[in-house]
């Protein structure tokens, strides 16, 4: 009895569906001076969750910027760079959507062109990090609203209101942890 109980339970394991991996995206925006900040504003975009080539979890965030060039307002090498954890706290995190494995794949693949020419040229005008959030919202199917104003609060709300529905407002919350199939006890 106890080898048919063992048996069942591996064979139950093999016909469940695999669980389903979960990547959270967050639009975010900084103000200029939040947090005693004295930088310009800034748009960037987190990414959480427990994709399967991560079973440890990912934690990782995505903005584009100059390397403080003076030559921004007619083009400069740009540069795809994580804010750090202090920095995203001091953010305000505007809404949120869960995608697949897939999804997750494809924009990364898409911010990868971001980082080299000529994706990587930073233009205060027509490519700045704000230009990148609304790349990643299009790709994700979103609604992109008006890329040229200067504040990216502005910017994210429109994309609030264009989204309604769609999204989820503020930060996304902690993932649930994957629990796994249970392993059938060894035994005779």
């Not at 953010?91 to 697949?100: Q, R, Y």
């Not at 790709?139 to 209101?161: D, H, I, K």
């Amino acid at each position: 009895m106890r080898r048919f109980t063992a048996l069942l339970a591996l064979l139950l394991s093999l016909l469940a569906p695999p669980a389903m991996a979960e990547v959270r995206i967050t639009f975010y925006s900084h103000s200029r001076n939040a947090g005693g900040d004295r930088m310009y504003p800034h748009a960037f975009i987190r990414a959480t969750g427990t994709p399967q080539w991560a079973p440890g979890g990912i934690d990782d965030n995505f903005g584009f910027t100059t390397y403080k060039s003076p030559r921004v307002f007619i083009g400069s090498p740009g540069q795809i760079t994580p804010a750090t954890p202090d920095y995203v706290s001091r953010s305000t995190p505007h809404f949120w959507v869960e995608i697949s494995d897939d999804q997750y794949r494809a924009l990364l693949e898409r911010i990868d062109t971001w980082r080299r020419p000529p994706g990587s040229s930073y233009n205060l005008y027509r490519r700045n990090c704000i230009h990148l959030v609304a790349d990643v919202a299009s790709q994700l199917g979103l609604v992109v609203g008006n890329t040229g104003t200067w504040e990216p609060e502005v910017f994210l709300a429109e994309m609030e209101q264009l989204n309604a529905g769609r999204i989820n407002l503020g930060a996304a919350p902690p993932m649930a942890q994957v629990a796994l199939p249970a392993q059938p006890a060894a035994g005779p």
